[in-house]
């Protein structure tokens, strides 16, 4: 599987942008998704994940009430809606793809997954 992430920019605090993910291989609806994002001088860190057929997702605790992840399976994508976003969101944000987990539990560490995008940098303005 193959992954291009798309849809980063600069916002106003508070403001929202949407990220895509588009994936290669006729099998992407078989596996997990998730994004991640990394601040300089920190580790890359869980944002949110969705179950292969969308059943589940989940969010880290920073995120959560203020990220939607969504899969569109007959189009390869992922997308991640930013809403209200804070200058600790400021982040490059990565999509991922794992083989592993269910449609009722989805890995949310990084070493779980198995195919990465080449990350799209957000940046939130105070």
């Known amino acids: 599987v193959q992954l291009q992430a798309s849809g980063g920019g600069l916002v106003q605090a508070g403001g929202s942008l949407r990220l895509s993910c588009a994936a290669s291989?006729?099998?992407?609806?078989?596996?997990?998704c998730g994004w991640f994002r990394q601040a300089p001088g920190k580790e890359r860190e869980f944002v949110s994940a969705i179950s292969w057929g969308g059943s589940s997702t989940f969010y880290s605790d920073s995120v959560k009430g203020r990220f939607t992840i969504s899969r569109d399976n007959a189009k390869n994508t992922v997308a991640l809606q930013m809403n209200s976003l804070k200058p600790e969101d400021t982040a490059v944000y990565y999509c991922a793809a794992t083989s592993r987990g269910t449609d009722y539990s989805v890995p949310q560490r990084v070493h779980e997954y198995n195919y990465w995008g080449q990350g799209t940098l957000v940046t939130v303005s105070s």
């Open positions: 291989g006729r099998t992407f609806s078989s596996y997990a």
